[in-house]
């Protein structure tokens, strides 16, 4: 019993230890995605602002075209960019931060859930053992013993079954836990290489076009 | 006169709107850079703590070393990506958004600069004429009227060489505000292009790995 009371300990351990990191990890991938979000939002208002521009409709505009012309272009470019980041930061909402949220909410949840039931029947078992044990040794608590002997099994049988499901929780955590850590990261990396893989494409595609005629603009 | 009144008019108006729509681009392009300079931030934070997850020492951790070694390697993937996050942002913050900043500082500061003087100058040459119309026609006044005379004239000159100035710089603000507004954008494409270059041989290198390594611990 001491034994399976210490085991306990260390695997308790380990659970506070792993939601207290879950929760961290969770607070860092959520400031990512954040940082992800913002950044699709002010390479919108990048984009909105270079197509104003051309409704400033500047009096001595002139020699404006070509200028008006590359700029509506490279607002496009920057607003597909600006697709490019709101799809990445959706991934890393779907795919990095939920599965997360999902292991805290569920396996770690559980954990403490099935930690209080353990608790109650713990709890009530023992209360069971002292009303017993505190009976006096009459004839006439005949009925009365045998109810609390009932009781006691009762209590026992139930706490029985509820230290079972709390400690293969607490096994099954040390298996989940792993993918529970892996999975998030498979998604950021996912998410990074798609982002990376069109990224190449548009600059090398449209920007580099543009590159090369603003380069002849400036030059002239 | 009321012509060149009408034509300043006009380069004003434009200088004004230029002003304005400087500021409201400077602080798109400052925001954008922002969202960057988080996002480093926020990734480095994130490679640090995939890092800590192995100083945690999980009592149960058996079976961690493949899942510590994977986050370890993944955290200097992470890592690598926040050098160019960081790069990304720098180059933002030398080539975008510091050409505009100087270009408000120099270029239009300039021009309000020189209009002050300009009034100045007007008032000058304008309270001269004053002084010199309400000038009574009396013999004894002939040494002061030639001062007046002397003072209209080098008022004159100067209201015109601090119009010349103006007009100048006002001139000249219609070729720089082209360069002032295409050199950004050039900065920002060039940053994009080396990012998204880096980035695409970090993925293609690394992550690949990290992917199809975690895949497989992942379906055990």
Same mark, same amino acid.
């Given at each position: ?8 300990? +260390? ?19 959520? $400031? @990512? ?22 409704? *400033? ?9 070509? +200028? ?9 470019? @920057? ?50 053992? +002292?009303?017993?044990? $505190? ?13 609390? &002997?009932?009781? &006691? ?22 298996? $989940? *836990?792993? &993918? ?22 548009? @600059? ?9 005629? +603003? ?6």
């Amino acid at each position: 019993y001491s034994l399976t009371r210490s085991l306990l300990s +260390v695997f308790e351990e380990d659970a506070g230890m792993l939601t207290e990191y879950t929760n961290q990890l969770l607070q860092s991938m959520q $400031r @990512v995605f954040g940082a992800q979000s913002e950044m699709g939002l002010a390479t919108e208002q990048l984009s909105q602002r270079l197509l104003e521009y051309e409704k *400033k409709n500047f009096a001595l505009g002139k020699g404006d075209e070509e +200028v008006i012309s590359t700029l509506q272009n490279f607002a496009k470019s @920057v607003g597909e960019l600006n697709s490019l980041h709101s799809e990445l930061a959706n991934q890393m909402a779907d795919s990095m931060v939920f599965p997360l949220i999902q292991f805290r909410e569920k396996d770690l949840t559980e954990i403490s859930t099935l930690k209080e039931i353990f608790g109650i029947a713990t709890d009530e078992h023992e209360a069971a053992m +002292v009303k017993y044990s $505190r009976l006096p040794k009459k004839k006439e608590n005949e009925k009365l013993k045998a109810d609390l &002997v009932k009781e &006691v099994a009762y209590t026992r049988r139930k706490q029985h079954q509820a230290s079972l499901q709390y400690y293969c929780a607490l096994n099954a955590l040390q298996y $989940r *836990k792993r &993918v529970a850590m892996l999975e998030p990261m498979l998604g950021y990396t996912q998410a990074q290489i798609s982002f990376f893989k069109k990224g190449i494409e548009l @600059v090398s595609k449209k920007m580099d076009t543009f590159l090369s005629s +603003v380069s002849n603009m400036m030059q002239k």
